[in-house]
């Protein structure tokens, strides 16, 4: 019986425009008024995620910023777990170096410092996901979209680095050229071991310290609630997912998800743009998974 639900947001919750369908949505609430918890599980930071879940009514605790920090139903965070700031300052010489695009989350939000450069990094996503959609529009989508989103802008992040009062949680860096870049980069940055080196997307990598990933933060919500484990459904769709999906009794890809990522799963379920969120939930609600295995 499934008591636990967690779902990924980018590429699972969310569709091409980005936001949560009303079939989403209503699966959602069905099930919490069944009595199953719902949590979401993300690489984005509490700001970018919490108002697509209120654009929808959707009231839930959150993992963000792929483990680092956790937040109970009321938005009053309960764990955070940062990146060192030397290591901090050897990812950013190393970013640099190849002239990457990259942002930071922080425990006083998230921070870029180059505005146009983020809202081209998101453009790059809904053009990517969503083929019918031009670029130039796809920018105007991202412009409007991070209007909502209180994001920080500073000139130079040695100013996050220089407060004390300041934790870095995750650090994202972009590249058009994807892996033919990234994962050199990855490989030369995890060396040490200390890091949980991901991505959410095919242009990115998302660097986090190794203690904070979706699938211990998703263990240790389940056991303060008192569920096994094997009682959990997972939802997700590329590699910043897999922790949860090892973790996770139910598995469950997206049909748009990663082969390597859906590699991890037991189940599989529709698109993100086919609702293959709201697919699961009432499977699992019916207690009929069996329709998804792999």
Do not use: W
Request: a negative charge.
């Amino acid at each position: 019986m499934i008591e636990l639900i967690a779902s990924d947001m980018d590429g699972t919750l969310l569709n091409e425009r980005m936001v949560i369908s009303e079939t989403n949505a209503k699966a959602i609430l069905a099930a919490q008024k069944e009595g199953i918890h719902f949590m979401v599980a993300t690489g984005r930071g509490y700001t970018e995620a919490k108002p697509l879940l209120e654009e929808v009514g959707i009231s839930c605790p959150l993992i963000t910023l792929n483990g680092a920090q956790v937040y109970d139903e009321d938005g009053t965070v309960i764990e955070n777990i940062g990146i060192e700031k030397e290591t901090v300052r050897n990812i950013l010489k190393k970013v640099r170096a190849l002239g990457l695009y990259c942002e930071m989350t922080t425990s006083h939000g998230i921070y870029s410092d180059n505005k146009a450069k983020r809202i081209e990094s998101v453009a790059s996503l809904i053009y990517k996901t969503n083929p019918d959609t031009s670029f130039k529009m796809a920018v105007v989508l991202a412009a409007a979209r991070l209007e909502i989103m209180n994001i920080n802008y500073v000139s130079q992040y040695e100013e996050l680095l220089e407060n004390d009062t300041i934790e870095i949680l995750k650090m994202i860096t972009f590249s058009e050229e994807g892996p033919t870049v990234l994962d050199p980069l990855a490989q030369e940055l995890n060396v040490s071991g200390d890091l949980a080196i991901t991505a959410s997307f095919i242009n990115n990598i998302e660097i986090n310290n190794v203690k904070a990933q979706k699938g211990l933060a998703l263990a240790r919500a389940a056991e303060k609630l008192g569920i096994s484990t094997e009682n959990v459904m997972a939802l997700g769709d590329n590699f910043n997912d897999v922790s949860m999906l090892q973790v996770a009794g139910y598995s469950v890809a997206v049909g748009n998800a990663e082969e390597g990522v859906k590699a991890h799963a037991k189940y599989l379920t529709s698109t993100n743009n086919e609702n293959g969120v709201a697919e699961s939930v009432l499977l699992a609600l019916n207690n009929n998974m069996d329709q998804q295995l792999i």
